[in-house]
Nanobody
Framework: QVQLVESGGGLVQDGGSLRLSCAASGRTFSNYNVGWFRQAPGQEREFVAAITWSGGSTAYADSVKGRSTISRDNAKITVFLQMNSLKPEDTGVYYC?????????????????WGQGTQVTVSS
């Protein structure tokens, strides 16, 4: 069993940066791939970024590619999502998720465990 807690969200101006963290409990977290997803009001949840259990592979949605970096520290059982040049359309609740199957990182069905989310609001 893995429990995930997101943090680092907040209100930021257009062009600003945020670093989201996903802290995990459970000794086997280092065996799981981790993904970040987001959901804006009235919209479906969408993929943002993902990283394999080893950190050897990453994946990004086209909408954030070049502006975001996902990384992990298995010793501290934490995954980070650094987001730069934020835009109002990046606004939403950001969720991290952990799973053992990797089909590219963007399929929410590959993730069995989900956090409660952290709100990111980008003002124009």
């Amino acid at each position: 069993q893995v429990q995930l807690v997101e943090s680092g969200g907040g209100l930021v101006q257009d062009g600003g940066s945020l670093r989201l963290s996903c802290a995990a409990s459970g000794r086997t977290f280092s065996n799981y791939n981790v993904g970040w997803f987001r959901q804006a009001p009235g919209q479906e949840r969408e993929f943002v970024a993902a990283i394999t259990w080893s950190g050897g592979s990453t994946a990004y949605a086209d909408s954030v590619k070049g502006r975001s970096t996902i990384s992990r520290d298995n010793a501290k059982i934490t995954v980070f999502l650094q987001m730069n040049s934020l835009k109002p359309e990046d606004t939403g609740v950001y969720y991290c998720a952990a799973g053992s199957r990797w089909t590219g990182g963007g399929n929410s069905r590959d993730y069995a465990y989900w956090g409660q989310g952290t709100q990111v609001t980008v003002s124009s």
